[in-house]
Nanobody, 121 residues
């Protein structure tokens, strides 16, 4: 069993910052890519940013220059530093990870429970 637990969401004024964390735990053999997605009310879930096991990153155009994804491989944890937040960043943010467990010879996609980020104008 694998769990992804997010933290760090909350309410912030426009222009402010938040840092999200997501820690993976359980019977983890190895993790390849980790990432953050978000879903606003009435909209589809979208990729915010992702990072590979080698440290390569990509992010949505809407957050480039404002959000930074990073990863601590030793702690199986991924972070999302969000600066210059805008009201349109308001959404539930979900952590995602491709995990290989000790009993499966392939990677399985896992999701966290989500954390609410609300940006007031």
């Amino acid at each position: 069993q694998v769990q992804l637990v997010e933290s760090g969401g909350g309410l912030v004024q426009a222009g402010g910052s938040l840092r999200l964390s997501c820690a993976a735990s359980g019977s983890i053999f190895t993790i390849n890519a980790m990432g953050w997605y978000r879903q606003a009310p009435g909209k589809q879930r979208e990729l915010v940013a992702a990072i590979t096991s080698g440290g390569s990153t990509n992010s949505a155009d809407s957050v480039k220059g404002r959000f930074t994804i990073s990863r601590d491989k030793a702690k199986n944890t991924v972070y999302l530093q969000m600066n210059s937040l805008k009201p349109e960043d308001t959404a539930v943010y979900y952590c995602n990870a491709g995990v290989r467990t000790s009993w499966r010879p392939y990677y399985v996609n896992y999701w966290g429970q989500g954390t609410q980020v609300t940006v007031s104008s």
